[in-house]
Structures are given as C-alpha cells and as structure tokens.
C-alpha cells in the first residue's frame, strides 16, 4: 500500500471537487471548514480525511446549504446529512457527486443506494451512458493529474463492472444473428475493460452471438477463431497498451493473419486512434471511443 497517494495540494482537491482553490482557500480562511498540514519546507497538504469533508461539504452546498451553516456542523453531522442527501438525489451530477464520495470512502452502501435510484428514474443503458461515462471520463482526467488513488479507482471500477455483469445476465438472451460472432478481448497487459464490458452488454441486447475473453490476452489465443469459417468480429480496447512504439507493430501482426479471410477487426480508444490513419489491407475499423462505436451498430 506504500505506492497509494495519502495527501493532496489544494490543486488536487480542485480537480476532484471540481471547487476553485481560491473558493477552498476562502473556506478555509473564512469558516475553518479544513486543517492543511505542512512539510518540512512549509508547503501546504491535505489529508483524505481533508479531501472526505470537502466532498460532503460541496454536496450540501450544491443542495441549497449555506456554506455558513454546514461550517457550524459537526464533522459527523455534515457526514449524515450528506450521506442522507445522496441517497435522495440521484440525477445525474448529483449521483456522479454521490459516486465519487463513494469511491474516496469506499462507501459501498452510498454506491448501491445511489445506483438503486437511479434505476428507478432511468434505464440501465441511460444510467451508462449519462451517468457512469462521464464519471469514468472525470476518473481518467484525475489519474492524468496524478490525483486519484490507485485503490479507490480499483474499487469503484469492480463496482461498476458488477452492474454490468448483471445487467449481462439479466438480458433474456436470444441470437437473432448467428451469421456473425463477435469475439471481444483486451490486449496483453491491458486490464481497462468498463468500455469493453458494456460493449458486450449492446452486443448481447441486439441479440448478437458474443465470446467475452476479457483482460490481457495475448495474441496467439486468439488462433481458434482467426481460423473459423464463421465469420468474427474481432474488439478490442486500446486504453494504455499497447505503449507507443509498439501499436503499429501490433496492428500489423493482426492485419497479416486478417489479410484473405473475412474476419474484422473494430478497435475502440486513444490508442487506437493513433494508427487511424494507416492503410491496412485487412479489414481493420478504428474508432475513438465505445460510444462512437455503438452509434454505428
């Protein structure tokens, strides 16, 4: 556990709460809403105790708080209060608000009950698409500013992979295309499969045959099914692997065993995209994102 991050700079804090370092630096100051400690060199950090308050302070103030009133509460009460509040809202920002306090507390109770709301308003696919993508998307920006922990990422993304399997398994499955077989994998290495795995879930809707292979498969596994007579949709999501200069090289190892068969390859993310512009002469589709994938399906 010596690799998690335990404190935060105020731009830290900016970047998860989505509050402005001036406006902490002024509740700070103003109502003594968080205690910052200082290194050696007197440059200022907070704790995720700190970082814990902030967000339940920022839920009551965007629910019609005062922030002069949450000031005088107790750490408990704020706790309470903003807990019983995120039970109850659960549209859009204020469950994606929910879901990251969940995440930073590892609250698996305020998770469940703020997804259990929203499956009363929306439907499952509108709770991906409007909900958790944009959450997934803040996440990704968090990992690129160094802010989020690795273990609360890891344990809001097997919340998230749940909700998906179940959602999977609760499809009365029935193939009304047998003529194609989408076969969907993640690269050797690669183990960011949300995207993937809800992909799975619209393929299966639509009442395609799919094979899940999940995370981190190396290509020689895919060889029983480049082989088939049937013919294979091959997906893949390219989040952090393969590294850079190594994607073309991949590519083309795929595209030599395509080359002559009919067989596809669709692949989805920012890795992907930048090969986007290669000709290949397989049949090799690149898209940016699963969203942009699924408007075409």
Do not use: C
Request: net charge neutral; hydrophobic share 40%.
């Amino acid at each position: 556990m010596n690799n998690i991050k335990k404190s935060f700079t105020i731009k830290d804090l900016e970047n998860i709460s989505g509050v402005k370092a001036h406006t902490i630096r002024i509740w700070e100051k103003r109502y003594d809403l968080l205690t910052p400690e200082r290194t050696d060199t007197n440059i200022r950090y907070y704790s995720s105790e700190n970082l814990q308050k902030l967000l339940n302070v920022v839920l009551l103030y965007n629910n019609n708080n005062k922030i002069s009133k949450i000031a005088q509460m107790s750490n408990d009460t704020i706790i309470v209060k903003a807990r019983e509040l995120a039970f109850k809202a659960a549209v859009n920002d204020e469950a994606i608000n929910s879901f990251k306090l969940a995440m930073f507390q590892f609250d698996k109770v305020l998770f469940n009950n703020t997804y259990n709301k929203l499956l009363n308003k929306k439907t499952f696919r509108e709770i991906f698409k409007d909900v958790f993508v944009p959450f997934l998307s803040h996440i990704g920006l968090l990992w690129q500013t160094d802010t989020l922990l690795p273990a609360h990422e890891h344990f809001i993304s097997n919340l998230i992979s749940q909700k998906i399997q179940i959602s999977t398994e609760r499809l009365e499955y029935t193939t009304t295309n047998s003529n194609i077989t989408y076969v969907l994998f993640l690269p050797e290495n690669e183990i960011h499969e949300l995207g993937l795995m809800y992909l799975n879930y619209e393929l299966v809707l639509r009442g395609n045959m799919t094979i899940y292979l999940g995370q981190s498969l190396p290509l020689s596994n895919l060889n029983y099914f480049f082989e088939s007579e049937t013919e294979v949709r091959f997906i893949t999501a390219l989040t952090i692997q393969p590294y850079d200069d190594k994607i073309v090289d991949y590519f083309r190892e795929i595209e030599n065993v395509l080359t002559g068969t009919k067989h596809q390859l669709i692949a989805v993310g920012s890795k992907a995209e930048k090969i986007k512009d290669l000709d290949f002469n397989a049949n090799i589709t690149i898209y940016s994102s699963v969203i942009e994938l699924l408007k075409t399906l």
